[in-house]
């Protein structure tokens, strides 16, 4: 054992030096070129910093798009999905609620076109996206209250509607947080 | 076809599409031909003439596993030591505290062994410190060992050996400097351009637009999230692991995740064809893990894809599929794939909730952590399946009346007595630990570790030891399992699920070395052909369906009942 335990104590020695100080101060080097310089890319508005691209944020009022639930209230100091299996009952009572708070917001929409990302907690709880069906069937109730035409609104959500990668792979999307800045430009 | 299914479809095609020349290079840079790597060949030798190790030197199989042992409980003591003293430590910008000494002694064992199971939350739980000088060094050396191990393995099956299977060492140092760290880089390159931070910056406090306060964790956590996958680690640097919108931005990130975790565990089998060069019997094994992985993965799809019935009853549009614990941006295809590939090949890091998938993908999820040799983990995933080659050999064998053989050497009582308790192993560690978790909780139900009700609920318990069983480190995350006697429990499944599994192949494959080699002949059981790949699933079936089959009928099965057919 004894000749063991030298060699692996240096070995050891050097490979943290290579793998905890060299390799990811190599990273943080390389990233000071990417966007956001390593830091997470922000988001700007009358030049004023109002959070992460990649964040999502909540979204409350109901003159703005409304996110995806969160189980930790959209602070990023944390992450947390519901963890709620799906036979359980108190799970399917606040989905229940969830549902039923959306209509009373949103009295001019059709129950069956609500879609399911809108009444479920997202896995990080800092979803920054909603689909695209949950972003039109919002658009009756923000046209209201804002005093838009609703072909204005939707014209909006097609501008920024997130393509699937090279138009090929996965769902598209809609950042809120890029759509609720671009709906106080309009 | 949907956008959302050809993501899933292509990724798995370009892994493959990787994995094959990919194993090519692995198998030469084991067999010491020429690579393009080369260049640091006079570091590596620097490296080993400070450390006082002749690279040259050939161990035999009891030696190997001496060296491998010696260096890991080193490791321990060093992860246990700086996880307890964290919080009084340099490069803690957040001031987040130590850690207690059973949640040490989880999380170091939990690292060490290639687990990571994480039984706190990256944001408050670890400090820069310990996240980069132990999780993500153990994340290099454990899969380094994990590979040195296999290597040993296919050594001995060489045909013209007895003793010397190589230097541990050397086998060690380049699976770092030629594998892992090179293509980690790139990884880790790829993320930082899409977003993931790097930077040694602590918290961030933002103001919303609509005028909220709130913070965001952020860290060097590109570089960790690289090895985390390729070396079929799995912890993540935030809580939610690949499902944070930091650790995982977009679509792309999401395939070169996918991507990452399970080309080292294919690339291996090719490497194996290559090095022996029996490429029959690597496509054969090949066959035989993706018919495995297909046959968890469709039915997860189906599932997932479907939706809670419970939702659709309330009459919305689930047409998105079950969404609750998923992300948009990956959507419930991607989310069902990573999933499977995350439970079979011992990573362990999620993009979605398993807590809350529907029942049948719960199963499944739970089929390839008991399975856990569908290309399995860094390097022991091979190792999970050359026991299972081991025992279908044998019962073959004894069905067509023909000596038991595997490449050329018999096999005897001793290695076949091996071989059984390695694979008896695994149920006996689940589900002794899932019946003493159950039985503590009936006892007191104030120990309150459960987040759901009824079969759920067992289903929590249940998936943790086969998480640490396994060496998986995905979990029912709903479970409260920072205590004692998770910490402690887990900590010794960990413990047996992994070392057990080394040193039983490595000594059946090292005393097999030693008998004397006879050739082939017309009286051969052929263990490269179709009918024998056939033969070893259905030894893979038997011994996980049958072991487990009571336990998942309480679980997730009853669950799927009360859900489906009320």
């Known amino acids: 054992m004894k000749t063991y335990i030298l060699p692996s104590l240096k070995l050891t020695g050097i490979l943290i030096l290579i793998c905890s100080v060299m390799y990811p101060l190599l990273i943080a080097g390389i990233s000071m070129f990417a966007p956001g310089n390593g830091e997470g890319k922000k988001i700007t508005a009358h030049n004023n910093v109002v959070g992460y691209e990649n964040i999502g944020q909540q979204f409350t009022d109901d003159s703005y798009f409304q996110g995806r639930p969160s189980a930790v209230d959209y602070n990023a100091a944390g992450s947390a999905g519901s963890n709620k299996g799906g036979a359980n009952p108190d799970y399917l009572a606040t989905v229940q609620a969830r549902i039923d708070t959306f209509l009373v917001h949103n009295p001019e929409i059709d129950k069956?076109?609500?879609?399911?990302?809108?009444?479920?907690?997202?896995?990080?709880?800092?979803?920054?996206?909603?689909?695209?069906?949950?972003?039109?069937?919002?658009?009756?109730?923000?046209?209201?209250?804002?005093?838009?035409?609703?072909?204005?609104?939707?014209?909006?959500?097609?501008?920024?509607?997130?393509?699937?990668?090279?138009?090929?792979?996965?769902?598209?999307?809609?950042?809120?947080?890029?759509?609720?800045?671009?709906?106080?430009?309009? | 076809m949907n956008t959302e299914l050809i993501g899933v479809i292509a990724t798995f095609a370009i892994t493959v599409a990787i994995a094959i020349p990919f194993g090519k290079y692995i198998a030469k840079v084991f067999s010491g031909e020429k690579t393009a790597l080369d260049f640091i060949s006079p570091f590596e030798k620097w490296i080993f003439r400070m450390c006082r190790i002749d690279s040259s030197k050939q161990m035999n199989w009891k030696q190997h596993l001496i060296a491998l042992l010696s260096i890991n409980i080193l490791w321990f003591v060093y992860a246990f030591i700086m996880l307890l003293t964290q919080g009084s430590l340099f490069l803690n910008p957040d001031g987040n505290p130590s850690m207690s000494p059973?949640?040490?002694?989880?999380?170091?064992?939990?690292?060490?062994?290639?687990?990571?199971?994480?039984?706190?939350?990256?944001?408050?739980?670890?400090?820069?410190?310990?996240?980069?000088?132990?999780?993500?060094?153990?994340?290099?050396?454990?899969?380094?060992?994990?590979?040195?191990?296999?290597?040993?393995?296919?050594?001995?099956?060489?045909?013209?050996?007895?003793?010397?299977?190589?230097?541990?060492?050397?086998?060690?140092?380049?699976?770092?400097?030629?594998?892992?760290?090179?293509?980690?880089?790139?990884?880790?390159?790829?993320?930082?351009?899409?977003?993931?931070?790097?930077?040694?910056?602590?918290?961030?406090?933002?103001?919303?637009?609509?005028?909220?306060?709130?913070?965001?964790?952020?860290?060097?956590?590109?570089?960790?999230?690289?090895?985390?996958?390729?070396?079929?680690?799995?912890?993540?640097?935030?809580?939610?692991?690949?499902?944070?919108?930091?650790?995982n931005p977009n679509y792309l990130t999401n395939m070169v995740e996918m991507i990452a975790q399970v080309l080292i565990p294919i690339a291996l089998i090719f490497a194996l064809g290559f090095y022996l060069k029996r490429k029959k019997m690597a496509y054969v094994i090949f066959g035989v893990m993706t018919i495995g992985m297909l046959s968890l993965l469709i039915p997860t799809l189906i599932a997932e894809s479907n939706g809670n019935p419970a939702i659709t009853e309330m009459g919305i549009d689930q047409s998105a599929g079950s969404m609750e614990g998923k992300e948009v941006r990956f959507g419930a295809k991607a989310s069902a794939y990573w999933s499977i590939v995350t439970t079979i090949i011992s990573t362990g890091s999620v993009n979605s909730m398993h807590d809350s998938s529907m029942p049948v993908s719960g199963t499944m999820q739970l089929l390839g952590m008991m399975t856990n040799a569908f290309y399995g983990g860094c390097g022991v995933g091979i190792l999970n399946y050359y026991i299972f080659i081991i025992i279908a050999v044998f019962i073959s064998g004894l069905m067509v009346g023909r000596t038991p053989e595997f490449l050329g050497r018999k096999i005897e009582a001793r290695e076949m007595k091996i071989a059984t308790l390695v694979a008896l192993l695994h149920p006996f560690l689940i589900l002794v630990g899932t019946a003493l978790s159950s039985f503590v909780f009936t006892n007191d139900p104030s120990v309150g570790w459960l987040n759901n009700p009824g079969y759920h609920g067992f289903s929590e318990m249940l998936y943790e030891y086969t998480s640490s069983a396994a060496n998986n480190g995905s979990g029912f995350e709903g479970l409260g399992d920072n205590n004692w006697f998770w910490n402690i429990t887990t900590g010794f499944v960990l413990i047996l699920g992994r070392f057990l599994p080394i040193i039983g192949p490595v000594a059946i494959a090292g005393i097999l070395a030693k008998k004397k080699f006879i050739p082939e002949s017309a009286g051969t059981l052929r263990t490269d052909t179709g009918t024998f790949g056939i033969m070893t699933y259905a030894v893979i079936m038997i011994i996980a369906a049958l072991a487990f089959f009571p336990a998942l009928v309480l679980g997730p099965l009853a669950e799927y009942f009360t859900l489906y057919h009320p």
């Open chain 2, 102 to 247: 059973d949640l040490s002694f989880n999380t170091a064992i939990s690292f060490l062994v290639n687990c990571n199971l994480q039984h706190y939350s990256g944001e408050t739980g670890l400090t820069y410190l310990t996240q980069l000088a132990v999780i993500t060094f153990l994340q290099f050396v454990s899969a380094a060992t994990g590979i040195a191990a296999l290597i040993v393995v296919f050594n001995a099956m060489k045909e013209n050996v007895s003793d010397g299977l190589g230097n541990f060492f050397d086998i060690f140092l380049k699976s770092i400097t030629r594998i892992l760290l090179p293509v980690s880089i790139i990884i880790a390159v790829v993320l930082i351009f899409n977003g993931t931070p790097a930077s040694f910056d602590g918290k961030d406090t933002i103001t919303t637009l609509q005028g909220d306060t709130v913070q965001v964790s952020r860290g060097p956590a590109a570089g960790m999230i690289a090895i985390k996958h390729l070396g079929t680690n799995g912890g993540g640097w935030f809580g939610v692991n690949s499902a944070h919108p930091l650790e």
């Open chain 1, 112 to 186: 069956a076109a609500i879609p399911c990302d809108l009444v479920t907690a997202s896995g990080s709880g800092l979803d920054p996206n909603i689909s695209v069906k949950a972003a039109k069937i919002q658009v009756a109730r923000i046209a209201k209250i804002r005093n838009k035409s609703a072909k204005e609104i939707n014209d909006l959500i097609d501008k920024l509607i997130e393509k699937p990668l090279l138009g090929l792979f996965g769902p598209e999307k809609i950042n809120v947080l890029k759509l609720n800045i671009a709906l106080n430009e309009l």
